[in-house]
């Protein structure tokens, strides 16, 4: 069946590198995504791959596909406090299937 | 143009009581959904519209009703609120369907007493 998993929670400080892992099951995934979600708020749409891609880069966001092992990471450069928000992979086939989250920490 | 909205933003209800939660979207979108967050549990999907008149099921459909009489509302029907109901709900909506951009309402908080 369709599963997409995450680590929970990431802390880093401000200024480093962040890197969000996921994990998915489904190898028919056309498009993978990352959604950002702020508190109080609905998931926003950040960035997304499509399958046939290894890598994607968009600014401070960095996108990496390893169909092989179906793992996704978002590397986020550059880390501000504005970051902090919860962070959810999804993949979609006839449905889109989202992980658990990844709650991002910024410290000072 | 106010994109995705849902109403109410906060409902408690007690055991047994029945409540429709609203979606609305002025964006003419065919696809519409609804998931519920849960903590450690990520959004899981609830049921789903490709279009006027026709709905389907996602993961956890069991004690959720929907309807789709216009493109532009998605209401869900909570018959007899469970406290396993409790969660925040969340609509999307996206132009083709689930492999295009979501657009997310601001949430409603349930609490079934």
């Known amino acids: 069946g369709e599963d997409v998993e995450q680590s929970l929670f990431l802390s880093v400080r401000e200024g480093d590198s962040s890197v969000i892992n996921c994990t998915y099951t489904?190898?028919?995934?056309?498009?993978l995504y990352w959604y950002k979600q702020e508190p109080g708020a609905g998931l926003q749409l950040l960035t997304y791959?499509?399958?046939?891609?290894d890598m994607k880069q968009d600014q401070r966001l960095t996108v990496l596909l390893n169909k092989k092992d179906k793992h996704l990471s978002l590397r986020i450069a550059d880390t501000q406090t504005g970051d902090s928000a919860i962070y959810f992979c999804a993949e979609s086939t006839d449905k889109l299937i989202f992980g658990t989250g990844t709650r991002l920490q910024v410290f000072p | 143009n106010a994109g995705v909205t849902q109403t109410p933003k906060f409902q408690v209800l007690k055991t047994g009581q029945s409540m429709t939660l609203q979606c609305a979207q002025d964006m003419n979108h065919e696809y519409m959904s609804w998931y519920r967050q849960d903590p450690g549990m990520g959004l899981r999907l609830i049921h789903y519209s490709v279009g006027a008149g026709i709905t389907d099921q996602g993961e956890v459909p069991n004690g959720y009703n929907v309807s789709r009489s216009t493109t532009e509302d998605f209401p869900l029907r909570l018959l007899s609120a469970a406290p396993s109901q409790t969660s925040v709900y969340f609509c999307?909506?996206?132009?083709?369907?689930?492999?295009?951009?979501?657009?997310f309402g601001p949430g409603t908080r349930l609490l079934v007493l």
């Open positions: 489904d190898s028919s995934s056309t498009y």
């Open positions: 791959i499509f399958s046939n891609m």
């Open positions: 999307a909506t996206s132009f083709g369907g689930p492999q295009e951009t979501q657009y």
